[in-house]
């Protein structure tokens, strides 16, 4: 089995920055695929970036979510800039290897003024 805690949400004005982290224990290694994703209220869970263990990278906005790993600490990051109301949602961590998938509780990000 694999675990993932996530950490680092809170609220923050417009414009502002978070850097979330999602640490995985358990069964984890680096032929997972680390991503994070996002739920806000009535609307279905978005998909917001990840990375393998060798680095490679997909993400829905490049421009301001960066997300990198650490493999030694079993560790995820995202860092979001220029943060908008509209990236108000509960971000969640996922593990995914072929045939397998795992979910963290998810930390909450509010963007308000």
């Known amino acids: 089995q694999v675990q993932l805690v996530e950490s680092g949400g809170g609220l923050v004005q417009p414009g502002g920055s978070l850097r979330l982290s999602c640490e995985a224990s358990?069964?984890?290694?680096?032929?997972?695929?680390m991503g994070w994703y996002r739920q806000a209220p009535g609307k279905q869970r978005e998909f917001v970036a990840s990375i393998t263990g060798d680095g490679v990278i997909s993400s829905a906005d490049y421009v301001r979510f960066t997300i990198s790993r650490d493999n030694a600490k079993n560790t995820v990051y995202l860092q979001m800039n220029s943060l908008q109301p509209e990236d108000t949602a509960v971000y969640l961590c996922?593990?995914?290897?072929?045939?397998?998938?795992?979910w963290g509780q998810g930390t909450q990000v509010t963007v308000s003024s």
């Open positions: 358990g069964n984890i290694h680096s032929g997972y695929i």
């Open positions: 996922n593990a995914k290897y072929p045939f397998y998938s795992h």
